[in-house]
């Protein structure tokens, strides 16, 4: 007897767009990359790390451009959605991102965050469809952890 393995329709989405979702990356020190409360699934600052390798790294508007940093928002929430999977083993359990919380590695008086954030928020539109819209603040600073370009943290309702 055959067991057939049906794939959920993010996973299917994510087919459809040839999205692989990153292994989800490590907490960096003494927190979880998640908690859930109630249906309230909280995610932990992802950065540009995937395989243990740092994707992008500098400061907006020093080294990198706006572009640079929509690609590093990309990968941010591409790791939320991972550390989410592994913490409710189905994005299909995702009833909505309620918001996140995008933080910008740029130089002072960088004014154009959303812009860069816009990669993490398109993204997840695109793979959850209106469950992916979102509140949202995009903020600049002038560090970040492993000086990673972007750092996201979310907040998600899950069923």
């Known amino acids: 007897m055959f067991k057939v393995r049906i794939m959920s329709q993010t996973d299917q989405r994510l087919a459809d767009l040839?999205?692989?979702?990153?292994?989800?990356?490590a907490p960096a020190g003494?927190?979880?990359a998640a908690m859930q409360v109630g249906k309230l699934l909280y995610l932990s600052g992802a950065i540009c790390l995937v395989n243990g390798e740092m994707t992008h790294t500098g400061k907006i508007g020093e080294t990198r451009d706006i572009a640079y940093?929509?690609?590093?928002?990309?990968?941010?929430?591409?790791?939320?959605?991972?550390?989410a999977k592994g913490q409710i083993g189905d994005l299909d359990q995702v009833n909505r991102i309620v918001q996140l919380n995008g933080f910008v590695n740029g130089v002072p008086g960088f004014a154009d965050s959303p812009a860069v954030i816009n990669g993490a928020s398109d993204i997840l539109v695109e793979i959850l469809g209106e469950r992916g819209r979102h509140t949202r603040a995009a903020v600049a600073v002038t560090g970040l952890p492993k000086d990673t370009t972007v750092e996201i943290q979310a907040i998600f309702e899950v069923a």
């Open 69 to 83: 940093g929509h690609a590093a928002a990309r990968v941010c929430a591409l790791n939320l959605l991972a550390v």
């Open 30 to 32: 003494n927190y979880a």
């Open 18 to 25: 040839g999205i692989e979702l990153p292994s989800a990356p």
